[in-house]
């Protein structure tokens, strides 16, 4: 028997503006993101932001439905987007952050394991790690560097590539 240890290790800021200035603004774009949050059965709304190498900015926000399992995360709104639209344009930065008036939220919001197994597949395409921003509007921020930090056993096999 060999016993094996897996470290994680992240960021944690008090306030956005001790983050780059451009993480800081991917931050503001995820709180922009939640204004389309659908979200009338949770009452949970979720925003995501991704800047892209060139720049651009993509949102996404939670989308539910009254057929509850049709509805898609924030993060998998953003990601998929980028993978119909922008998949050239490689993933920096992706920025979360969540807003309830049902309870305060204290601590960053992470992100389902749905949508970390599909941030970790875009994230091998590309070729270059994803910056996760996780933030809270009334707690710290947690900063992630690449998706293995957050999954180290995600699911990944290359001979499906074909
Ligand atoms: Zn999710």
Redesign the pocket.
Known sequence: MTEHEIKVSFKEYNTITELDPADEKLCEQAVIAMKNSHSPYSKFRVGAALRLKSGKIILGSNQENAAYPSG?????VALFHWGANHPDDPIEAMAVTAFTEEFPILKPVT??????QVLAEYERKQGTPVKTILYCLDGPTWVINGIETFLPFLFFEERLNG
């Open positions: 898609l995360c924030a993060e998998r992100s389902c394991g749905s949508c970390l």
